[in-house]
T-cell receptor
Framework: GQSLEQPSEVTAVEGAIVQINCTYQTSGFYGLSWYQQHDGGAPTFLSYNALDGLEETGRFSSFLSRSDSYGYLLLQELQMKDSASYFC??????????FGAGTQVVVTP | DGGITQSPKYLFRKEGQNVTLSCEQNLNHDAMYWYRQDPGQGLRLIYYSQIVNDFQKGDIAEGYSVSREKKESFPLTVTSAQKNPTAFYLCASSMRRQSENTEAFFGQGTRLTVV
């Protein structure tokens, strides 16, 4: 089957750096994306990697290694508003968009 | 304003009844998706559609049905065969081609409660 694994929770202080890892097993893998979801809200897109390497978008960066079936999301200069759930999601050749179980990031003062 | 709209926001259903959740988008997206989210859980794929008049089962399709008669619309019916339907349902849409950024846009969700 297809699956994505990510840690359930990460806690860090304001200003710190957090890395959320994601390993995947996806037939016909095409790309890996990341989404943020605040409590009670809808997920919002953060980044997408189709090729190996690092993509940087402001304080957030995402990395992909296709050979290792692995990616990560890096959150820098953490702010209180970054407290949320973060999901990795894989896209396959047939357009199926499948999500991991999510990582709850807790930012403390 | 372009976007994706789900209705209603809250829905109550009696056991044994079918109920249909609406999802409409005006983003001209080909692909549409339905997910179920239980408290503290991730998003589980119910159905997805890449093109009008075609759709595929996701990981938890049992007890659900969909249609895709128009590009803009992808309604989800929760049937009486779904044993535990109380959940938060999210609809999403994206551009179809995998070679492009496949950013998915989500509606605000429908909270379904069986009473």
């Amino acid at each position: 089957g297809q699956s994505l694994e990510q840690p359930s929770e990460v806690t860090a202080v304001e200003g710190a750096i957090v890395q959320i890892n994601c390993t995947y097993q996806t037939s016909g893998f095409y790309g890996l994306s990341w989404y943020q979801q605040h409590d009670g809200g809808a997920p919002t897109f953060l980044s997408y990697n189709a090729l190996d390497g690092l993509e940087e978008t402001g304080r957030f960066s995402s990395f992909l290694s296709r050979s290792d079936s692995y990616g990560y999301l890096l959150l820098q200069e953490l702010q209180m508003k970054d407290s949320a759930s973060y999901f990795c999601a894989s896209t396959d050749s047939w357009g199926k968009l499948q999500f991991g179980a999510g990582t709850q990031v807790v930012v403390t003062p | 304003d372009g976007g994706i709209t789900q209705s209603p926001k809250y829905l109550f259903r009696k056991e044994g009844q079918n109920v249909t959740l609406s999802c409409e988008q005006n983003l001209n997206h080909d692909a549409m998706y339905w997910y179920r989210q239980d408290p503290g859980q991730g998003l589980r794929l119910i159905y997805y559609s890449q093109i009008v008049n075609d759709f595929q089962k996701g990981d938890i399709a049992e007890g659900y049905s969909v249609s895709r008669e128009k590009k803009e619309s992808f309604p989800l019916t929760v049937t009486s065969a779904q044993k535990n339907p109380t959940a938060f349902y999210l609809c999403a849409s994206s551009m179809r081609r995998q070679s492009e950024n496949t950013e998915a846009f989500f509606g605000q969700g429908t909270r379904l409660t069986v009473v």
